[in-house]
T-cell receptor
Framework: DAGVTQSPTHLIKTRGQHVTLRCSPISGHKSVSWYQQVLGQGPQFIFQYYEKEERGRGNFPDRFSARQFPNYSSELNVNALLLGDSALYLC?????????????FGNGTRLTVT | QQPVQSPQAVILREGEDAVINCSSSKALYSVHWYRQKHGEAPVFLMILLKGGEQKGHDKISASFNEKKQQSSLYLTASQLSYSGTYFCGTEGAYGGSQGNLIFGKGTKLSVKP
């Protein structure tokens, strides 16, 4: 079975631009979470979606938004990019949120803002 | 409310044991452990639930003290393949935090021959 797939793998954007990152979960997984990982740090929680509804939001500004589609894939959007948004963005899927259900991570999208 | 991990880094020789600790300031429902190798995605190791149940890797063990909101990961007879950064992820027991996994800053483990 295919794992979590993310696209694109790498992206270079200019300050002030907008970016859309995409994630396809493992088949059968209905929950998708987004994390931002800066070099040398742990993944920082951005959003969690389950059954197309937002179930959690981390401490990120409103420039960050996300949605989940009927096929359970997800998009993360970031507006008005800042240099500090440069990071690895990880998508993780799970059968259900939390509890017994482990997260399965994709390989991430490396975003560089210049 | 990010959990605190200790130590930040540890260096071992093959065959030695290590313990990684994870502590939270809030009541927890579950603790997850993941390992991330350089340039790769985090990989699931272990889940511990409130109530003492565990699910995960057969060569790694862990404990969860619900009253102290602490978890420890035990790596015994370490192998070179154990090298990487270990993250604990905590899920709150109450309120809107249920289902959301918050990660610590990680513990970098290096196993030398």
């Amino acid at each position: 079975d295919a794992g979590v797939t993310q696209s694109p793998t790498h992206l270079i954007k200019t300050r002030g631009q907008h970016v859309t990152l995409r994630c396809s979960p493992i088949s059968g997984h209905k929950s998708v979470s987004w994390y931002q990982q800066v070099l040398g740090q742990g993944p920082q929680f951005i959003f969690q979606y389950y059954e197309k509804e937002e179930r959690g939001r981390g401490n990120f500004p409103d420039r960050f938004s996300a949605r989940q589609f009927p096929n359970y894939s997800s998009e993360l959007n970031v507006n008005a990019l800042l240099l500090g948004d440069s990071a690895l963005y990880l998508c993780a899927s799970s059968l259900v949120p939390g509890g017994w259900s482990p997260l399965h991570f994709g390989n991430g999208t490396r975003l560089t803002v210049t | 409310q990010q959990p605190v991990q200790s130590p930040q880094a540890v260096i071992l020789r093959e065959g030695e044991d290590a313990v990684i600790n994870c502590s939270s300031s809030k009541a927890l429902y579950s603790v997850h452990w993941y390992r991330q190798k350089h340039g790769e995605a985090p990989v699931f190791l272990m889940i511990l639930l409130k109530g003492g149940e565990q699910k995960g890797h057969d060569k790694i063990s862990a404990s969860f003290n619900e009253k102290k909101q602490q978890s420890s990961l035990y790596l015994t007879a370490s192998q070179l393949s154990y090298s990487g950064t270990y993250f604990c992820g905590t899920e709150g027991a109450y309120g809107g935090s249920q289902g959301n996994l918050i990660f610590g800053k990680g513990t970098k483990l290096s196993v030398k021959p």
